[in-house]
């Protein structure tokens, strides 16, 4: 008997190999097992059994890791679903499900058709809608929450005492999610922190629903802002929509920069006003700036060489609280008084503004009050935050959702989160603006130069359904998801002609059998080209459906010779 086995690889095709006779009637299909892979001993998944091969040569199996298969027919499926829709190998896929699962036992199946279910409410109150959910279901029930980071899944867990039929887990444990649960509860499932950025690049929300659907368990979204793909399918009569009747959800007021040009600093009278008012009331407010540091870039006076990372294309960040220059993509720093590496002078000039920027005016205007910030580099305790009267922080402050709470809110440079180099932007700052007035009393101030854009209006107003209708609007219009696919292909490598030759390789060899609706674009440097002493470049697929055209460009992909040391990706939707 032949057995073909697939390893943790990025090699599509399994191997044939031989079932020694003392191991006849022990290898199934779904076992792991040991075997000679090059120079070495490997792990690999069986995947299938033949009676005979091509191979007349064959290597032996080893021997076996499990007594049992760890992998049914239910499992298998599902693996090679995940693996033609992210791009990778079969054997890739069945490895990051099994590093994710609680045990080594194969999936069960509920049978029933599943549920889904998007549950509008505030923050502060996903611990009682979660309750509310487990008390639907029979007292055996059990029950999986994702969360997005580790801090919340700390608070939720404290909130959630008493439960013993509940696991919390973030992003790798939706791995685990199978007909053992009667449901999953998915906790802001639009968080960035849900997307996978190493291969493959999964995203938690994509990867639940399939799940859901093949092993039959419920499926309930809690959230202030879910994504716009979530609430397509709730359009699109695909998930039921619940919302709260305590999601009362307070118009923002936007403050008008152009109506103060001539006055001096980064905070607006309107936003003075009001950090005042309630400092005298002995209430906390936060102020959002979504920069680290204390300025953005540093140019050299004498000769305008601005100063960047050694190791990426990108500005160094100052930091005065910290004396150095630091890079925001690695990390290297610099210390502050480094010459300039041009002219050999110290003469430097810094510019744009930071979060330390803004807690130095406000020492200014409000001298007894107790300023604090905090950054995501800094310590993510709740604790290291202090005892404070006003806290300027980066988008971070996210992550201290439930625990705490202030009087007023307001966001230093909103037009920054609008005008990101990104399809999510609009969506990402409308998210934001929602999950930070959720930790304020009152609405919250947003500052901006771009009064009537339609993200603004629709907050000003406390009209969120406006949003997410000119939102799918516009995205079908320009062909994003959920209307169709961009899939990202991305080369990196220590050398930035051999990368670039390895992306314009693959790129000359798509366009000679692009299917009809498919668009490509050439070859193009990153965002930053540079990172990490790595150049990247990346070339964008459109499509209307992901799995053929990721079929497309892996058969292409065989016909193009990879070059040693660089890197290639696929990443879904970015």
């Known amino acids: 008997m032949i057995s073909q086995i697939v390893f943790d690889l990025p090699l599509d095709e399994p191997f044939d190999y031989l079932i020694p006779e003392q191991l006849t009637g022990k290898v199934a299909v779904g076992m792991r097992v040991r075997v000679s892979f090059g120079p070495r001993a490997q792990v690999g998944f069986v995947v299938g059994l033949l009676k005979e091969s091509n191979i007349l040569k064959l290597k032996p199996i080893l021997s076996l890791c499990d007594a049992v298969p760890v992998f049914n027919d239910l499992d298998l499926n599902f693996a090679r679903e995940f693996a033609a829709y992210y791009g990778c190998s079969l054997g890739e ?9 609680e045990d080594l036992k194969p999936s069960i199946r509920r049978e029933n058709k599943p549920a889904v279910f998007l549950h509008l409410c505030q923050p502060d109150g996903y611990a009682a809608k979660i309750r509310a959910i487990i008390q639907g279901y029979p007292r055996q029930s059990r029950f999986l929450i994702l969360v997005p980071d580790v801090f919340r899944a700390q608070t939720l867990s404290s909130q959630l005492t008493g439960i013993e039929s509940i696991k919390i887990g973030m992003r790798s444990a939706v791995f685990a999610a199978d007909g053992r649960y ?51 399918l709730v359009r699109d009569h695909q998930a039921g929509l619940i919302e709260d009747k305590a999601l009362a959800t307070s118009p923002v007021r936007l403050v008008d920069l152009t109506m103060y040009k ?62 150095k220059y630091l890079c925001r993509h690695c990390a290297f720093s610099a210390s502050g008084d480094t010459v300039c ?123 969120l359904k406006d949003y997410y209708d000119e939102e799918l609007k516009l995205r079908k219009e320009f062909g994003f998801s959920p209307f169709k696919h961009w899939i990202k292909l991305s080369w990196r490598g220590k050398a930035e002609k051999s990368t670039h030759e390895a992306a314009l390789q693959v790129y000359n060899e798509l366009i000679k059998s692009a299917p009809e609706k498919c668009s490509i674009t050439p070859p193009l440097a990153d965002a930053v080209m540079r990172k990490r002493d790595q150049f990247r470049f990346n070339v964008m697929v459109q499509a209307d459906q992901v799995p053929p055209t990721v079929a497309f460009i892996k058969t292409t992909l065989t016909k193009t010779k990879r070059l040693s040391r660089v890197i290639m990706t696929i990443n879904i939707d970015p």
């Open 93 to 101: 896929a069945l490895s990051t499900t099994l590093r994710n699962r």
């Open 182 to 232: 009667a449901c999953v509860i998915m906790v802001d499932e639009e968080d960035s922190s849900f997307k996978q950025e190493q291969s493959p690049m999964y995203e938690t929300r994509q990867v639940v629903l399939a799940r859901s659907k093949m092993y039959g368990f419920d499926l309930a979204f809690a959230g202030i802002s879910p994504s716009v793909e979530l609430m397509h």
């Open 262 to 323: 001539f006055v001096p600093g980064l905070i607006s009278p309107p936003v003075r006003e009001v950090l005042d008012a309630a400092l005298k009331a002995g209430k906390k407010g936060i102020l959002v700036l979504n920069r680290r540091g204390s300025y953005r870039m540093t140019r050299c006076v004498d000769c305008a060489e601005v100063l960047k990372c050694s190791r990426c294309d990108s500005p160094l960040i100052y930091s005065r609280s910290e004396g």
């Open 341 to 463: 590496p041009r002219c050999h002078k110290p003469s430097w000039k810094s510019v744009g503004i930071g979060v330390e920027q803004v807690q130095t005016e406000l020492k200014k205007l409000f001298p007894a009050a107790r300023v604090a910030s905090f950054e995501r580099a800094q310590k993510a305790k709740e604790q290291a935050l202090g005892d404070f009267d006003i806290l300027v922080s980066t988008n971070a402050v996210l992550r201290f959702q439930g625990a705490l709470k202030a009087q007023v809110a307001a966001f230093i440079d909103f037009d920054a989160e609008l005008n990101r180099l990104d399809m999510r932007s609009a969506f990402n700052a409308f998210s934001l603006a929602l999950h930070v007035s959720s930790m304020a009393v009152d609405p919250i101030l947003i500052q901006t130069r771009n009064i009537n854009h339609y993200v603004l209006q629709s907050l000003s107003c406390g009209k």
